[in-house]
Structures are given as structure tokens and as C-alpha cells.
Nanobody, 114 residues
Framework: VQLQASGGGLVQAGGSLRLSCAAS????????MGWYRQSPGKQREPVAV???????MYEDSVRGRFTVSRDNTKNTVFLQMNSLKPDDTAVYYC?????????WGQGTLVTVSS
């Protein structure tokens, strides 16, 4: 299983970005996809997660600003990020969890300038 993330970049505070992550390989229909992020000097933290049935969960600091969604026909997960803040600056990693294994994308850098 391989995951390819894209969509990071530089944006001003208050702006928006949309991340995408496409998974390929042998993937069962029952799975969870989501996003973590890691800021310099900090541990990797969960951001948002979505099940194959569309159930979602968000980290408190992004709830109401970020929206996670997915296209099951393409095994792709998205993260729409609005009202971005400098504290959102991080490398964002997508992941896929199924059959007890976790697969990670390569990470995409999001930089929010003040």
C-alpha cells in the first residue's frame, strides 16, 4: 500500500489550503483514513480522521476550521483547511489504517505566515 500526499504550500493567515492523499495497492473496503501533523520541536499529533462510512473526528484546535472528506472510489482522503493560523504550520501526514496495519504518506509542508 502506498500513499501520495499533495497540496501543501505557503499561505497567509486566514487563508485556505486543500490537502489530498491518494492510496494505492491492496486496500480493504473497511478502513480509516486521516491526517496527522508535526510542527518543529513537537510530537506528531492527530488532526482529523474519517472512516469508510464517513464518520469523522477532529482535534479540538481545528474543529470548525478543517473538514476531512474522502472519495472511496479513488481511495483518496482530503483535508480542507480554512481560516488558517500560524500555529497550523507543520508537516501534514496522511495515513490509512486497515487490517491492523497503518500506512503513511510522505508528508506535505504547510506554512502559514502571519
Amino acid at each position: 500500500v502506498q500513499l501520495q500526499a499533495s497540496g501543501g504550500g505557503l499561505v497567509q493567515a486566514g487563508g485556505s489550503l486543500r490537502l489530498s492523499c491518494a492510496a494505492s495497492g491492496s486496500i480493504f473496503d473497511i478502513n480509516v483514513m486521516g491526517w496527522y501533523r508535526q510542527s518543529p520541536g513537537k510530537q506528531r499529533e492527530p488532526v482529523a480522521v474519517i472512516s469508510n462510512l464517513g464518520s469523522t473526528m477532529y482535534e479540538d484546535s481545528v474543529r470548525g476550521r478543517f473538514t476531512v472528506s474522502r472519495d472511496n472510489t479513488k481511495n483518496t482522503v482530503f483535508l480542507q483547511m480554512n481560516s488558517l493560523k500560524p500555529d497550523d504550520t507543520a508537516v501534514y501526514y496522511c495515513y490509512l489504517l486497515h487490517s491492523g496495519s497503518t500506512y503513511w504518506g510522505q508528508g506535505t509542508l504547510v506554512t502559514v505566515s502571519s
